[in-house]
């Protein structure tokens, strides 16, 4: 019986196994070049570029980066790579990963810890940092639905819970070119490395 393929080559020339990776073949610049490309909120934002999850990652970095007095550089990096399994598996909508249920989960997990181990971060982020990671990460898509997915406030509110406006203020969202992001993204992870 024929097996089934279950790796992706990347465009650095490693082959990713998604069922079994090893941080072996994981590098940035494919994380960089993939997430660059893959659309959040299913591409159903204004502008004349998509709003890529490399941009939404450089969000939450940023937004958990001033939330926190001298946060840690590795729990920033942390934050910056909270999505990296997404360059190889796409981005799905939260209702989407509910109805597919543990599966999607098992293989995110399994290539978050192969990308964690890689870039010198523990397997499992401490509870503490990831629910500092998860509540950016709720501020970032309560801007990203006010800002340029058409939701109204009220409907933000409801999905992602209240927002002190005076905090996102701070926070814009420009879209840019893919290519721009990604080496942002690069340039970003270069500061945080440790």
Known sequence: MKKNRAWQRMLSG?????????PLDIEVEDIAHGLSFVARWNGQTNGNFPYSVAEHSLLVEQIYSKSFKNPEKKW???????DAPE?????????????IGSGYQSLENRLSSA????????????????KQIKKA???SAWIE???IAGFSKNEADKLFGGVDTKEIDRFSIRLRPPIE???NYISRF???II
């Not at 490693?14 to 090893?22: I, Q, V």
């Not at 920033?76 to 909270?82: D, S």
């Not at 360059?87 to 109805?99: C, L």
């Open 190 to 192: 270069n500061e945080l």
């Open 76 to 82: 920033c990096l942390a934050a910056l790579l909270h």
């Open 115 to 130: 990308i964690n181990l890689r870039f010198g971060l523990p397997t499992k982020i401490p509870d503490k940092i990831k």
């Open 87 to 99: 360059y190889v598996i796409g981005d799905m909508i939260s209702p989407v990963k509910s109805a």
């Open 137 to 139: 990460d709720k501020i």
């Open 145 to 147: 639905a006010i800002q």
């Open 181 to 183: 992001v990604r080496e």
């Open 14 to 22: 490693r082959r990713l196994d998604l069922l079994d990776p090893t």
